[in-house]
């Protein structure tokens, strides 16, 4: 549906759950209180919300988390969710540490493409952002990916003095591998308030400067605000998605649900749309649905213009990226 201010909004992310199998320091660091299990939602709610979705005109769904593949019988999920007639296409971001052994599963499921994120090549220093030393698992999963049908996507986050050396090693993994290497400014909400990030301008001058060569790609490669470009010769694309410093709220098409049911409009603002106390209040089916596309409706209708990363006072969330979905 068409909100406010004129933007289409067609795309959901889901998230499925805030536990992870890691510990990134910006995102989860160790120590971070749970969700009690009873609050989150069932795969048959998620499903419920993704239909009143889809009668305001989602169409394109990323199942993330926490790690989305920690919870179990996620494969199933997206099964299901394939299934609900009007979608067209489910997506995953994952840190990759069981993507190897859950890909056949995914692929089977119908999954379209995945996002697999990654800072870093070097396995001491996988250790000291992520706190687990499962750098080799993830490699695993990206080489499974890459060596598969699906469309595949490294997302890469860079803290200043911690791995901004790796910019053009990290962009090498799309010379070496058929796969789009994307760098994602940090956004100040929750821990990566306290991290320092590195702009954009600063990823594409270095690379720029080490191959002149560097030219825009316009050719559309997803769902989100990306750009990218491209160096003759790769087998995949450079992406920059510059939350902080290149404002592309004009072009959001996107809303957030987080795991507890909680409808996000904007990643900067704490205002939620709280939609389980529709799903357990004993509606009949049809109530229900009528419910949920009202609340959903009014959400995706009054979505902020903008955010405000820029004036951090201005910034009312204060959920952790985990709980959220990034
Ligand atoms: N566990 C999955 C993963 O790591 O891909 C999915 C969830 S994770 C929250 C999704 C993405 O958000 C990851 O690529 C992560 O690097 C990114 N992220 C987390 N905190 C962030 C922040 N403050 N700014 C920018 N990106 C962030
Ligand atoms: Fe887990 Fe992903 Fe957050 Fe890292 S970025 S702690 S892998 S949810």
């Given at each position: 549906m068409i909100d406010q201010?004129?933007?289409?909004?067609?795309?959901?992310?889901i998230s499925i759950t805030d536990r992870c199998s890691l510990r990134c320091r910006y995102c989860m660091p160790e120590g971070v209180e749970l969700v009690p299990m009873k609050d989150i939602l069932s795969y048959e709610e998620i499903a419920e919300i993704v239909s009143a979705g889809v009668k305001l005109g989602i169409t394109k769904l990323k199942i993330t988390g926490g790690e989305p593949l920690v919870r179990r019988g996620c494969p199933d999920l997206i099964r299901?969710?394939?299934?609900?007639?009007?979608?067209?296409?489910?997506t995953?971001?994952?840190?990759?540490?069981?993507?190897?052994?859950?890909?056949?599963?995914?692929?089977?499921?119908?999954?379209?493409?995945?996002?697999?994120?990654?800072?870093t090549l070097n396995r001491e220093r996988f250790e000291q952002i992520t706190g687990r030393d499962l750098f080799v698992e993830v490699?695993?999963?990206?080489?499974?990916?890459?060596?598969?049908?699906?469309?595949?996507k490294i997302n890469?986050?860079?803290?200043?003095?911690?791995?901004?050396?790796?910019?053009?090693?990290?962009?090498?993994?799309?010379?070496?591998?058929?796969?789009?290497?994307?760098?994602?400014?940090?956004?100040?909400?929750?821990?990566?308030?306290?991290?320092?990030?590195?702009?954009?301008?600063?990823?594409f001058n270095t690379l720029k400067e080490?191959?002149?060569?560097?030219?825009?790609?316009?050719?559309?490669?997803?769902?989100?605000?990306?750009?990218?470009a491209h160096i003759p010769g790769w087998k995949g694309s450079i992406g920059f998605i510059s939350a902080v410093h290149g404002k592309f709220c004009s072009s959001c098409n996107r809303i957030r649900l987080s795991a507890q049911g909680q409808i996000k409009p904007c990643l900067c603002y704490g205002d939620i749309a709280d939609l389980r106390p529709v799903l357990r209040q004993g509606y009949n089916a049809e109530d229900k649905q009528e419910k949920l596309q009202e609340i959903l409706y009014d959400a995706i209708f009054h979505k902020p213009q903008e955010h405000c990363f820029e004036n951090f006072e201005k910034i009312t969330e204060k959920n952790r990226m985990v709980k959220i979905g990034g």
């Open positions: 201010y004129g933007r289409n909004i067609d795309y959901m992310r299901s969710l394939k299934q609900i007639p009007g979608i067209e296409q489910v995953m971001t994952t840190n990759g540490v069981l993507l190897e052994h859950y890909l056949p599963a995914l692929l089977d499921a119908g999954l379209d493409a995945v996002n697999i994120s990654l800072d490699m695993q999963g990206i080489k499974a990916a890459a060596d598969s049908s699906i469309r595949t890469t986050v860079l803290q200043k003095d911690i791995n901004t050396d790796e910019i053009l090693p990290l962009a090498g993994l799309a010379e070496t591998y058929p796969l789009d290497v994307r760098f994602i400014e940090m956004m100040p909400i929750g821990f990566g308030a306290e991290t320092e990030g590195v702009s954009n301008t600063e990823v080490h191959y002149p060569q560097l030219s825009d790609d316009s050719s559309v490669h997803g769902n989100g605000p990306a750009v990218y």
